[in-house]
């Protein structure tokens, strides 16, 4: 568990900054009686925001969700101005619900109710509120390794802080850009994005936000290896907590003292912080924060060889690290399981473990510890005697460390090749000394032995020169051939070379062009905007795709297709980008699904100069387009061989409407009619629209297609689950099902509930 890129630290950090004190039950109770006597809905409203608060403050998630869910309740109910519902006393419940859900480890409900606040805060003008819920999209984002997501958000609320001048904003807005860089490994950005919110907290004599950026540059200063400056920054916070009441992260903070001790082996003294950290933790019922103690005393008993405990420990966190989905936790776990099976001569075992965490590293991205798995993989291997595999895993374990480690490795290697040389020379010394000694020693009578044999060993040289005249010769031509093989060979490397140069120049021009096309595609974030219960399912087979989906926002509709061109890959991604530009024009144009799917096909027709000639090319797509009324529960549909299917809620069976059996382009008459139908949908029922590669996917135990069947079977199965969990399980069956063999086609799904 000890290696040279991996120190074994779970980095805290302060995002939300709760303070908790005594002074928060007086709050509560004071809320509660006002509560009883208060009885004008928006100030109940208010009172019960507050509640739900104060409860999610003292860490009872429960009560607050209560209190939560009941402000939501009377917020839509209750008639306000004109119209049913009081849009601030939504959106404040909403966000209390996404902190109460992201405290739970509950993310995918975290997100469904922050961009549900987004949206009517947008709509209602109120930028703070706004820049709050960007903020804390972004955070969530973070805690599932969705960097550049987060950073998106993060941006969006630091934009508004400084349009307004808004400056506790800006500070929180730079402490959470820099959380995402020390996520991501890159310590000096995530140094000047604190240091920018420290000026700015000391400025406004801000104590949450001065603790939260001190505890995060004291885990920079960790990380760079400066303990002094990390143990002075986390000091600094800790006083700064303990002066506020604030448990959760007081915590956080003695955890982050201990493990600085544990690394300079300093056991008694991480204990002592550790356990300082786990009475709190107990105490307000913090998932991680247990899980995190429990894995850092796994650690400490795996450097003292008590891998039992170690292992008991390292298992109790990884399960509550699973609950909470907290997947960098989860990693580090999975690595120090596999470590400990290593030291028991478990190899299988903890190559199971490595893998799965390798696996999960990749997802999230994070370096350090995807390095330390490769070199425990190769140290495994190495143990099997799986010799080749060692190999390949030490390199990979190279690659991400000889950045960090080239200055010191040379350094290292200069020594060793400095003492190589002079051990070498002292042997030669030694040598010479010896044969001195052994020719002084010589006696008349050694001489005359000597002199005896000496007509037998003239023979014995005689026969000793003729067959190294021999070998001489022998040796000769094998240069000769030696010379002709290193030529052959530095020829083949300079092809080689050349290859791979021409290869990473298509590589490139193809990522270059993945760049483009995913401009292209709508955001995540506007369809969730516009379709809170969504998802989209995108896999393509290659860097660019021929697939692509479609969504553009009107007054009236949503506006959604699924698009499947005619192949994949490099000419796939050029008729998708052709298709997406005519899509938007056909709906510029017209509200009438039909009417744009016929404006669709001559535009493409047009576009790609499509005539009855042989010569012509016969390109075009599939497409299954809707247009979603999401007031009235109403769909219209459309489709080129691409089909709509309908669950129902608390059905198991799947409604088709068939596609016009035309495709978009190629053969089809200029003026082709497409069908449309009007499609009456109920809150809960859910309709999904694809392409053909889900269903086209092979594998299995037969290296068969999933089929349309399977499809319909996986889509029913997954009903009682989010829209964001269904795509999660969607993918997690295409990945098992498909194995180690290649994907034959790009993949989309969109599935949209009411």
Aim: hydrophobic share 35%; glycine share 8%.
């Amino acid at each position: 568990m000890t290696k040279n890129v991996k120190s074994y630290w779970v980095v805290f950090l302060f995002c939300l900054g709760y303070v908790s004190s005594q002074g928060q039950q007086a709050k509560i109770d004071s809320l509660l009686n006002l509560l009883r006597k208060d009885k004008q809905d928006t100030i109940q409203i208010k009172n019960l925001n507050n509640l739900s608060w104060e409860y999610n403050i003292v860490g009872d998630y429960e009560k607050g969700l209560v209190y939560g869910n009941e402000a939501l309740r009377l917020s839509n109910s209750v008639v306000f101005g004109n119209r049913k519902g009081w849009p601030s006393g939504i959106a404040s419940a909403d966000a209390n619900l996404a902190s109460l859900y992201q405290q739970q480890g509950h993310s995918d409900k975290a997100l469904e109710c922050d961009f549900a606040a987004l949206k009517i805060r947008k709509d209602i003008g109120d930028q703070k509120g706004t820049a709050t819920s960007c903020r804390h999209i972004g955070i969530v984002y973070t805690s599932l390794g969705m960097y550049d997501k987060a950073a998106e958000m993060v941006f969006s609320c630091l934009k508004i802080h400084q349009k307004i001048g808004n400056k506790k904003g800006i500070a929180e807005s730079f402490t959470s850009m820099g959380n995402i860089y020390l996520k991501q490994g890159n310590y000096d950005r995530a140094l000047e994005y604190y240091i920018q919110s420290l000026k700015i907290n000391e400025e406004l004599k801000d104590k949450r936000g001065l603790s939260s950026v001190l505890n995060n540059i004291g885990i920079v200063y960790d990380a760079k290896g400066n303990s002094g400056k990390a143990l002075e920054s986390y000091n600094a916070a800790l006083g700064i907590l303990k002066e506020m009441g604030n448990k959760n992260a007081m915590a956080r903070a003695y955890t982050n003292i201990g493990i600085l001790y544990r690394k300079q082996a300093k056991y008694k003294e991480a204990l002592e912080n550790f356990a300082g950290a786990l009475h709190i933790v107990e105490e307000i019922g913090d998932k991680q924060g247990c899980a995190d103690a429990q894995m850092n005393a796994g650690v400490i008993y795996f450097e003292q060889a008590k891998y039992e405990k170690a292992l008991e420990n390292d298992l109790a966190a990884l399960k509550l690290y699973e609950e909470i989905g907290y997947k960098e936790g989860a990693t580090e776990c999975y690595c120090n399981i596999g470590d400990v099976y290593f030291k028991q001569n478990k190899m299988a075992e903890a190559k199971k473990q490595l893998l799965t965490g390798l696996e999960i590293g990749k997802q999230i991205g994070i370096k350090p510890s995807i390095a330390s798995i490769y070199q425990s993989l190769s140290l495994v291997d190495s143990a099997s005697g799986n010799w080749k595999e060692a190999y390949e895993y030490h390199k990979l374990f190279k690659l991400y460390t000889d950045s960090i480690f080239n200055a010191e490795s040379a350094k290292s290697s200069g020594e060793m090749n400095a003492r190589y040389e002079n051990e070498k020379k002292e042997s030669k010394i030694l040598l010479l000394e010896k044969d001195k000694e052994k020719q002084s020693a010589l006696s008349g009578a050694e001489t005359k032995r000597h002199n005896s044999i000496l007509i037998g060993v003239i023979c014995v040289l005689t026969l000793v020169i003729l067959f190294s005249v021999f070998m001489f010769n022998r040796w000769r031509i094998t240069q000769r051939q030696k010379t002709i093989i290193e030529k052959q060979k530095k020829l083949v490397d300079e092809q080689k070379a050349l290859v791979e140069e021409k290869n990473k120049d298509i590589t490139d021009s193809i990522n270059y062009a993945k760049r483009i096309q995913q401009a292209k595609l709508p955001k995540r974030e506007d369809i969730l905007l516009a379709l809170p219960q969504s998802f989209v399912f995108f896999k393509p087979k290659d860097i660019v795709s021929g697939d692509f989906y479609f969504c553009h926002k009107t007054n009236a509709d949503v506006f959604i297709a699924a698009c499947d061109c005619t192949g994949h890959g490099v000419p796939g991604a050029f008729m998708s980008m052709i298709g997406s530009d005519k899509l938007e024009e056909a709906v510029l144009q017209s509200s009438d699904v039909s009417e744009i799917l016929r404006r669709l096909n001559l535009g493409i027709k047009t576009a790609l100069r499509q005539t009855d000639n042989k010569e012509s090319t016969r390109d075009g797509m599939d497409i299954a387009f809707c247009a979603v009324d999401t007031e009235k529960g109403i769909v219209r549909y459309a489709g080129a061989n691409r089909p709509i299917w309908i669950i129902r809620k608390g059905q198991k069976t799947i409604e088709e409407t068939k596609a016009t059996k035309k495709a978009i382009g190629g053969f089809t008459e200029d003026e082709q009619h497409f069908d449309s139908h009007e499609l009456n949908l109920l809150p809960g029922d859910t309709f999904y629209i694809f392409t053909d590669g889900y269903a086209d996917l092979f594998g299995g135990e037969d290296n068969k297609k999933i089929t349309t069947r399977r499809f319909k079977e996986q889509l029913i199965g997954i009903q009682e689950k989010t829209m964001s969990e269904q795509e999660t399980l969607l993918d997690e069956f295409a990945e098992n099902w498909k194995g180690k063999t290649e994907q034959v086609d790009d993949i989309l799904v969109i599935g949209i509930r009411l």
